[in-house]
């Protein structure tokens, strides 16, 4: 009987172990993006592509530059991106994660075009709803010293993680891998970053200015598509913030929860509501992807054997 039992609970959990066997053990470098336009700029830069289907994504095993790479798509959003995240860290051999994208740009002294390497990420609305009462906000649990300021009833509480060798803490930001940061700094003068992009019809869609790389400073991210100049406004004050968008620090902490060396690339879509008129994504999605992939190619090609 007992037997029989075993039996029957191994049946079970074969298939979740098969599963989750990996699929390529090359050590191999990750080139994520968040959805297609990104995608787009970087897939014909793989060669000798294979394609791997996993939860209903697509991702390519190839080369770039010479270089072992794995490319591929987060999904929007942060809990897609922490998912897909931890899926390719389960079922590859990666040697470290390279995101490569579009943002909104926080910092009044960026413009659309610019490619932007922050050193840290935070997750902006990892907050505290306060209650608002006769005496003012009173906040359901203590403030840390090193909190950034409220935005209204919002207040930043930090995200506790550790990994295998740092206790659990509260971190209000997480730092890339300072070694490919220094590398992102050695390649800026190899970096020509485009006005329009390639066959464009009309030059309603390029650019007044030349775009510029930049690294350093933060980066902020949310599930929110942010399109409002007075939060705008918030985050480059409070947080320092530099770009915002809607993966890259839910990348970023499941990469240090795993010690996985990690950097990300945006370019700037659009000013997050700092626009004069609307909205400029849809704009100039096409042209910040491509800016952004140029760059990743170049830094690719960089990277040590």
Same mark, same amino acid.
């Given at each position: 009987?007992?037997?029989?039992?075993?039996?029957?609970?191994?049946?079970?959990?074969?298939?979740?172990?098969?599963?989750?066997?990996?699929?390529?053990?090359?050590?191999?470098?990750?080139?994520?993006?968040?959805?297609?336009?990104?995608?787009?700029?970087?897939?014909?830069?793989?060669?000798?592509?294979?394609?791997?289907?996993?939860?209903? @994504?697509?991702?390519?095993?190839?080369?770039?530059?010479?270089?072992?790479?794995?490319?591929?798509?987060?999904?929007?959003?942060?809990?897609?991106?922490?998912?897909?995240?931890?899926?390719?860290?389960?079922?590859?051999?990666?040697?470290?994660?390279?995101?490569?994208?579009?943002?909104?740009?926080?910092?009044?002294?960026?413009?659309?075009? *610019?490619?932007?390497?922050?050193? *840290?990420?935070?997750?902006?609305?990892?907050?505290?709803?306060?209650?608002?009462?006769?005496?003012?906000?009173?906040?359901?649990?203590?403030?840390?010293?090193?909190?950034?300021?409220?935005?209204?009833?919002?207040?930043?509480?930090?995200?506790?993680?550790?990994?295998?060798?740092?206790?659990?803490?509260?971190?209000?930001?997480?730092?890339?891998?300072?070694?490919?940061?220094?590398?992102?700094?050695?390649?800026?003068?190899?970096?020509?970053?485009?006005?329009?992009?390639?066959?464009?019809?009309?030059?309603?869609?390029? @650019?007044?200015?030349?775009?510029?790389?930049?690294?350093?400073?933060?980066?902020?991210?949310?599930?929110?598509?942010?399109?409002?100049?007075?939060?705008? *406004?918030? @985050?480059?004050?409070?947080?320092?913030?530099?770009?915002?968008?809607?993966?890259?620090?839910?990348?970023?902490?499941?990469?240090?929860?795993?010690?996985?060396?990690?950097?990300?690339?945006?370019?700037?879509?659009?000013?997050?509501?700092?626009?004069?008129?609307?909205?400029?994504?849809?704009?100039?999605?096409?042209?910040?992807?491509?800016?952004?992939? *140029?760059?990743?190619?170049?830094?690719?090609?960089?990277?040590?054997?």
């Amino acid at each position: 009987m007992m037997r029989a039992l075993f039996l029957a609970l191994g049946a079970l959990l074969l298939p979740l172990s098969a599963s989750a066997r990996p699929l390529d053990r090359t050590p191999r470098t990750v080139v994520m993006t968040a959805f297609a336009p990104e995608w787009d700029a970087l897939a014909h830069s793989i060669a000798r592509p294979k394609t791997h289907r996993i939860n209903g @994504l697509t991702m390519l095993t190839g080369t770039m530059a010479g270089k072992p790479v794995l490319l591929m798509q987060s999904g929007v959003s942060m809990v897609n991106a922490a998912m897909n995240t931890q899926l390719v860290l389960d079922r590859f051999t990666v040697k470290r994660i390279i995101f490569s994208g579009i943002a909104g740009g926080v910092d009044p002294a960026l413009t659309i075009g *610019d490619v932007v390497v922050p050193e *840290d990420w935070a997750q902006y609305l990892e907050v505290s709803f306060a209650r608002q009462t006769p005496q003012g906000w009173v906040v359901p649990e203590p403030v840390d010293a090193e909190a950034p300021p409220p935005f209204g009833m919002m207040f930043p509480r930090g995200v506790r993680l550790g990994n295998a060798t740092e206790a659990s803490r509260r971190h209000y930001r997480q730092a890339v891998d300072p070694g490919l940061l220094a590398l992102a700094r050695k390649i800026a003068a190899r970096v020509t970053l485009r006005r329009c992009t390639d066959g464009q019809a009309s030059t309603a869609n390029c @650019l007044a200015n030349d775009p510029k790389f930049v690294v350093g400073g933060t980066g902020v991210s949310a599930g929110v598509y942010a399109d409002n100049a007075e939060f705008r *406004d918030y @985050l480059a004050q409070a947080w320092k913030a530099q770009v915002l968008d809607m993966e890259s620090a839910a990348v970023v902490q499941v990469a240090y929860a795993n010690a996985i060396p990690t950097i990300v690339f945006r370019s700037l879509s659009d000013l997050a509501g700092g626009d004069a008129g609307a909205n400029q994504m849809n704009t100039f999605m096409a042209l910040a992807s491509v800016n952004s992939a *140029d760059v990743v190619r170049t830094f690719v090609a960089a990277l040590p054997d």
